[in-house]
């Protein structure tokens, strides 16, 4: 079998991409025709506030930032999440948590002044072999 030619790739790299081409545009033009007819829908009946729910864009995930942070000491080590963000303390560690978990754990925490530094964990040593 001979190897095609440098022009006959060309080609057919050529109409494949043309192809692909109309296909979107005929994909986009479905979808406008659908949009319309949902516009048209929702008109009809009256479903403004409905529709404006299902194109709402999701909420947003809390950030650590957003809400305030309390230092405690960690009078039982844990592990939680709070608010889709992770959290976990060793016994006696010093470390910053939302104020929303340190109420809702006080058997966990106590609080120390914000000037007492943060617990650093221990360096890992390798025991030789």
């Known amino acids: 079998m001979r190897p095609l030619s440098p022009l006959a790739i060309m080609k057919t790299l050529f109409y494949e991409i043309q192809q692909r081409k109309q296909a979107v545009a005929g994909l ?17 009946h009256g479903l403004k506030a409905e529709l404006a729910e299902l194109t709402a864009p999701p909420p947003t995930v809390s950030s650590r930032i957003a809400e305030p942070t309390v230092r405690v000491r960690v009078r039982e080590g844990f592990s939680t999440e709070w608010d889709g963000i992770p959290y976990s303390g060793p016994t006696n560690a010093i470390i910053d948590v939302p104020r929303g978990l340190e109420r809702a754990a006080p058997h966990l925490f106590e609080r ?18």
Do not use: C, G
Request: aromatic share 2%; no cysteine.
């Open 28 to 44: 986009n033009a479905a979808i406008a025709e659908q949009e319309a007819a949902l516009d048209a829908h929702v008109k009809t």
């Open 112 to 129: 120390v002044p914000d000037d007492t530094p943060l617990h650093t964990p221990a360096p890992v040593v390798m025991w030789p072999r």
